[in-house]
Nanobody, 119 residues
């Protein structure tokens, strides 16, 4: 049974930091490209960050570049999103996803974790 379980969300003040984790099981984690998406109320789901299978290449949306860092630990089947200098506009439900190389869309999704940035 495939599972992606996010954790680490919560309420944080502007300028603060959070670290999200996504634990994977039920598939060969190291063979998948991993990404974080987010969806704010009333908005479409947005791709935030992506990391390739080896972890050597990452990509970020312009809105988070320089503030967020995606990483992965293939030994632990876990992908992380370190979020620094958080802004109120980062408030959203954050989802991790897994995509096979060659797939256009993610094959698996997590259930999401809420991040709220507010004073």
């Amino acid at each position: 049974q495939v599972q992606l379980v996010e954790s680490g969300g919560g309420l944080v003040q502007p300028g603060g930091s959070l670290r999200l984790s996504c634990a994977a099981s039920g598939f060969t984690f190291s063979s998948y490209v991993m990404s974080w998406y987010r969806q704010a109320p009333g908005k479409e789901r947005e791709l935030v960050a992506t990391i390739i299978r080896t972890g050597s290449i990452t990509n970020y949306s312009d809105s988070v570049k320089g503030r967020f860092t995606i990483s992965r630990d293939n030994a632990k089947n876990t992908v992380y999103l370190q979020m620094d200098s958080l802004k109120p506009e980062d408030t959203a439900v954050y989802y991790c996803s897994a995509r096979r190389v060659g797939s256009i869309v993610p094959d698996y999704w997590g259930q999401g974790t809420q991040v709220t940035v507010s004073s």
